[in-house]
């Protein structure tokens, strides 16, 4: 059976983002609430760039949709996180991540076979729609149509340790 060889370059690569792995564990430590907030941001936005770079750049897809599948991800989560079971920011974060995919599946089996223009418009069309459902569903009887927004602000505002996780999501 060969062996896998790898390059010196490629072992200082990957030794190299194990050890930035590593420290960015230890980042809300060291910084306040509002920085990490903007790191997150900043993450998130990097990821989703990464998203349309597979997406567009490699299949040369103009997906618009890419941002409905994030939001139930992170919608899911949100959910999770403040509902009376209050699931823990990991495990949430795998059913919400878990959720989206089953609807990117659902809804990308008939829209991937749309071609140019038409798959344009039909993912902008799963944005919007997608949109829509989470401004007027009502997720809680606490409040109007939209309210789990206001919930999740209220909860993050808090200085326990829950707060610090609602940074990160």
Partial sequence: MPEAKFSRRQVIAAVSILV???????VPKFRSEYELLNYTRFLILALMAQGWNLIGGYTGYAAFGNVAFFGIGAYTTG????????????????????????????????????????????TLGVAEATREIADTWTASPRGPPGSIFRCAAKASSSTTAR???WSWA
């Fill in 20 to 26: 930035l792995l590593v420290a960015l564990l230890f």
């Fill in 163 to 165: 707060s610090r996780w």
């Fill in 79 to 122: 959910l999770l996180m403040i509902s009376k079971w209050a699931v823990p920011f990991f495990p949430a974060m795998f059913c919400g991540a878990i959720l989206a995919a089953l609807v990117a599946v659902v809804i990308g089996l008939p829209v991937l076979r749309l071609k140019g223009h038409y798959f344009a418009i039909a």
